[in-house]
Antibody, heavy 123, light 106 residues
Framework: QLQLVESGGGVVPPGGSLRLSCAAS????????MHWVRQVPGRGLVWLSL????????YQADAVKGRFTISRDNSKNTLYLDMNNLRAEDTAVYYC????????????????WGRGTTVTVSS | DIQMTQFPPTLSGSVGDRVTITCRAS??????LAWYQQKPGKAPKLLIF???SLEYGVPSRFSGSGFGTDFTLTISSLQPDDFATYFC?????????FGQGTKVDI
């Protein structure tokens, strides 16, 4: 069945770096754009970034521009989020989500979500 | 950025109630709006896309309406499984943005 599994979260000091991964299965990963979204527990959802199915185009939220980088390896069915210069306010649960519909459209919502991985930025 | 304002922030209901959640965008998003349900400790689940299209497998008691800046999510008859937090999401313009959420409790 359709599945997204995030990994790579953990505790990191302020200014540190982390790479999150999102392993996809049950669908043709290379046919879909992908999102990253985060959520502080008990708070709302915050969209971070989207990458097109082939990696040729990316969009980012201003709050993470220059610090976070989205990428993908379609040969490994894996999405990544490289996070640098982490701040306390980056502490959150990070979700990857499949963007729907498939390529050819401009407007992508999230139809399948992973369970999330927790990032804690603390000294 | 497009601001999404949801209200009410909390809604108390009983099984069988008809409930409506409102989401207002700071500028038009046409019909590019989705609704998600989230339960504690779980990932969000897609309910509605393109303002009024029901996601496959979602019960028909859920419905969405609206266009432009004003949208609603309606649950026609609240069920025990529906007590959760609901978020609207605009995907018309980057950065995509979510409403603050509406918690539906007993």
């Amino acid at each position: 069945q359709l599945q997204l599994v995030e990994s790579g979260g953990g505790v990191v000091p302020p200014g540190g770096s982390l790479r999150l991964s999102c392993a996809a299965s049950g669908f043709t990963f290379s046919n879909f754009a992908m999102h990253w979204v985060r959520q502080v527990p008990g708070r709302g959802l915050v969209w971070l970034s989207l990458i097109w199915h082939d990696g040729s185009n990316k969009y980012q939220a201003d709050a993470v521009k220059g610090r976070f980088t989205i990428s993908r390896d379609n040969s490994k069915n894996t999405l990544y989020l490289d996070m640098n210069n982490l701040r306390a306010e980056d502490t959150a649960v990070y979700y990857c989500a499949r963007a729907f519909p498939p390529p050819g459209y401009h407007y992508y919502y999230m139809d399948v979500w992973g369970r999330g991985t927790t990032v804690t930025v603390s000294s | 950025d497009i601001q999404m304002t949801q209200f009410p922030p909390t809604l108390s209901g009983s099984v069988g109630d008809r409930v409506t959640i409102t989401c207002r965008a700071s500028q038009s998003v046409d019909s590019w709006l989705a609704w998600y349900q989230q339960k504690p400790g779980k990932a969000p689940k897609l309910l509605i896309f393109k303002a009024s299209s029901l996601e496959y497998g979602v019960p028909s008691r859920f419905s969405g309406s609206g266009f432009g800046t004003d949208f609603t999510l309606t649950i026609s008859s609240l069920q025990p499984d529906d007590f959760a937090t609901y978020f609207c999401h605009q995907y018309h313009t980057y950065p995509q943005t979510f409403g603050q959420g509406t918690k539906v409790d007993i």
